[in-house]
């Protein structure tokens, strides 16, 4: 038996190559961005409605921003704050949020917490001054909550509690 035929030919090392290099670049091209992400095509959102602590004139990419930001600092998803109307279903059979709504307990409470939160920063931390001379920072959710709902009890260490042991180093 010879051996030769069992070689392949070199069209077919060749096309081989080419079809793995082919398929190499097509799955290291990057995705098209989607909509609304940077580069991707622009999203049109909708200006909100019942906005109760938040300015009347506030647009919906700004809204969107917004709730991500108190999202990231609560560590939750849209559907905590905002309800599912059965009655008005996505492209995938899901039921949309009906953001305007009141009817969840938790868009009260963040509504409270809210006002608190710009209470703090405007009668309080924007009065403070650091050592350079700059505003102090403004609280978030995030400096409570610390990605977490319901934001951990804090415990004194037992370093710094009334006659506990000095701070290693003082």
């Known amino acids: 038996m010879k051996l030769t035929c069992l070689a392949p030919s070199a069209a077919g090392v060749a096309f081989l190559t080419a079809t793995m290099f082919a398929a190499t670049a097509v799955a290291q091209a990057p995705q098209a961005p989607m909509e609304g992400e940077p580069g991707g095509p622009p999203h049109h959102y909708p200006m909100p409605k019942n906005?109760?602590?938040?300015?009347?004139?506030?647009?919906?990419?700004?809204?969107?921003?917004?709730?991500?930001?108190?999202?990231?600092?609560?560590?939750?998803?849209?559907?905590?704050?905002?309800?599912?109307?059965?009655?008005?279903?996505?492209?995938?059979?899901?039921?949309?949020?009906?953001?305007?709504?009141?009817?969840?307990?938790?868009?009260?409470?963040?509504?409270?917490?809210?006002?608190?939160?710009?209470?703090?920063?405007?009668?309080y931390i924007s009065k403070l001054k650091t050592k350079e001379g700059d505003p102090a920072q403004h609280v978030t959710c995030g400096?409570?909550?610390?990605?977490?709902?319901?934001?951990?009890?804090?415990?004194?260490?037992?370093?710094?509690r009334p006659g506990g042991a000095p701070a290693q180093g003082n």
Request: net charge positive.
């Open 51 to 123: 906005l109760k602590v938040l300015p009347k004139n506030t647009n919906g990419e700004q809204i969107r921003k917004i709730m991500h930001g108190w999202a990231g600092g609560l560590g939750v998803h849209c559907d905590t704050c905002h309800q599912e109307d059965p009655h008005n279903l996505g492209p995938d059979g899901k039921p949309r949020l009906d953001f305007p709504s009141d009817a969840k307990q938790q868009k009260l409470i963040a509504r409270r917490m809210y006002k608190m939160v710009q209470g703090i920063n405007t009668e």
């Open 143 to 160: 400096t409570c909550h610390r990605g977490h709902l319901d934001p951990e009890p804090y415990v004194i260490p037992p370093e710094h």
